[in-house]
């Protein structure tokens, strides 16, 4: 099994036309993810990889959404944390930053989630009704 980061995905899912790196750079991600027998994708490149589409792409949140489903689909791709993942994908599409929602979802067996000054991820996560709830620390 293989490793891949966040610049592999991205190569891997994101046309870049006028960088001449990335029209090197292409073919070689989809040999990786197409032709390796198992490829592993770490929780960090997922929530690093979404930055990148997000801020670098400017890609709407959707089209993070498929790319990500595609990902978790592809048969001999284990993306760590999977479950967490796809709750994440969920709640991003119902208006959750998507960082605040993976780290939701990697604490859904906590009493509660607690932050200093995130009063959007609270008041999102109050109209979500999220169970564990997320708090402002006092």
């Known amino acids: 099994m293989i490793a891949v980061d966040t610049n592999v ?3 891997f899912y994101c046309d870049d036309p006028d960088d001449p ?3 090197r750079q292409r073919p070689v991600a989809r040999r990786v993810m197409l032709e390796s027998p198992a490829v592993f994708v770490p929780l960090t490149a997922i ?4 930055w990148v589409m997000r801020g670098f792409y400017e890609a709407e949140a959707e089209s993070f959404c498929v790319a990500i489903e595609h990902l978790l689909g592809m048969p001999h791709v284990t993306v760590e944390r999977w479950e967490a993942v796809k709750d994440a994908l969920d709640l991003l599409r119902r208006g ?4 605040d929602a993976l780290h939701w979802a990697c604490s859904r067996s906590c009493e ?3 932050s200093f000054d995130d009063r959007r ?3 999102r996560a109050r109209r979500l009704a999220l169970i564990p709830e997320v708090v402002l620390a006092r």
Do not use: G, K, Y
């Open 112 to 114: 509660r989630l607690v």
């Open 9 to 11: 995905l991205a190569r």
């Open 21 to 23: 790196e990335a029209a």
């Open 121 to 123: 991820f609270v008041r």
């Open 47 to 50: 929530l690093e990889f979404e």
């Open 96 to 99: 959750l930053d998507f960082a």
